[in-house]
């Protein structure tokens, strides 16, 4: 009642190529070599796969549910392979990271090229997940260290806030309100706002934070991330509230950002599994991230001064 690594070996292979001729060249095998041991697996398992339509094969959606855990198989005989491979010619190793997409604009990228120019050896592999996606990297070890806005508690892993990131308020150069170095909630609600999904986390820590204090703003334009945000400030087409790393950014030339009242935060955190200690290199990168957010914490205080006259 089991596969075997050749079985699920081929069974991907037929469903990226969606035919048992694709199947074949990828694997470097005969057609009817793949035809036997594709149905030997269904046999073994007592499951239909694919059913055969007009010459052509179709996944069934028991083989769709399969594929899914197949491809985290995969990806972890991929790990095995790459460790491999590092030890044979005696590399450094491979450091695998997660990142929410907006931290993987700016901040991550420059911590990855600092990171590079002192430990050149070492493989670097990012990926960019949403929230359920980044937590699940982490925990089946696709990613060592992955870095999100949020961190949502959970018994198997360990967070670390590196970065408090504030919320700040972006609006036109030209805006009347430029001129203010503190601006208050309650007339951030009267402006024009470009908002963000109630089921992102950024949407739901702003509709908090005006619900705290009474409001209700309605979005006039509604986006998903926060650097979409900006370019629609940039170009004039309302105010929006932000994040300071988003705010860092070397974009946005007609923006100007400043401090709101009452304070309100989206904290930048590192999680790793508890049951996998951190490696030296993710331990040595969590140092240039930390340097890289210092860093930008200047930008963001130079880019809050007011604008007067």
Same mark, same amino acid.
């Given at each position: 009642m089991q596969m075997n690594l050749r079985q699920i070996e081929v069974f991907r292979a037929v469903m990226l190529s969606n035919s048992i001729v694709g199947a074949a060249n990828m694997l470097h095998v005969s057609q009817p070599a793949i035809s036997r041991l594709l149905a030997h697996t269904e046999r073994r398992l007592g499951l239909q796969l694919f059913e055969r339509i007009k010459g052509r094969l179709h996944p069934t959606p028991d083989a769709q549910k399969l594929f899914t855990q197949v491809q985290v198989v995969y990806e972890g005989v @991929?790990?095995? %392979? =790459?460790?491999? =491979?590092?030890?044979?010619?005696?590399?450094?190793?491979?450091?695998?990271?997660?990142?929410? *997409?907006?931290?993987?604009? =700016?901040?991550? *990228?420059?911590?990855?090229?600092?990171?590079?120019?002192?430990?050149?050896?070492?493989?670097?592999?990012? @990926?960019?997940?949403?929230?359920?996606?980044?937590?699940?990297? /982490?925990?089946? @070890?696709?990613?060592?260290?992955?870095?999100?806005?949020?961190?949502?508690?959970?018994?198997?892993? %360990?967070?670390? /806030?590196?970065?408090?990131?504030?919320?700040?308020?972006?609006?036109?150069?030209?805006? *009347?309100?430029?001129?203010?170095?503190?601006?208050?909630?309650?007339?951030?609600?009267?402006?024009?706002?470009i908002g963000f999904r109630s089921d992102i986390p950024i949407g739901q820590l702003i509709r908090r934070s005006f619900m705290a204090e009474g409001l209700a703003p309605r979005a006039k334009i509604e986006v998903q991330q926060l650097h979409v945000a900006c370019a629609l400030v940039q170009e004039g087409a309302g105010a929006a509230l932000v994040d300071e790393i988003t705010a860092a950014g070397t974009l946005w030339s007609n923006v100007a950002f400043r401090q709101i009242k009452p304070t309100v935060t989206a904290p930048v955190s590192a999680i790793h599994a %508890?049951?996998?200690?951190?490696?030296?290199?993710?331990?040595?990168?969590?140092?240039?991230?930390k340097q890289v957010t210092s860093e930008m914490n200047s930008e963001v205080k130079r880019s809050m001064k007011p604008s007067r006259g």
């Open positions: @991929q790990l095995v %392979n =790459e460790m491999a =491979e590092d030890l044979v010619e005696n590399r450094e190793g491979t450091l695998r990271l997660a990142g929410a *997409p907006s931290l993987c604009h =700016e901040m991550v *990228p420059k911590a990855i090229a600092a990171f590079c120019r002192s430990y050149p050896d070492v493989r670097i592999v990012l @990926q960019t997940l949403s929230p359920p996606k980044l937590l699940d990297a /982490v925990l089946t @070890q696709q990613a060592e260290l992955g870095l999100a806005f949020f961190s949502e508690p959970h018994s198997a892993v %360990n967070s670390s /806030v590196i970065y408090p990131n504030h919320i700040v308020l972006a609006l036109p150069q030209t805006h *009347p309100l430029a001129a203010e170095k503190l601006v208050d909630l309650s007339a951030i609600a009267d402006l024009p706002l %508890n049951f996998a200690p951190l490696s030296r290199m993710a331990k040595l990168f969590l140092a240039s991230l």
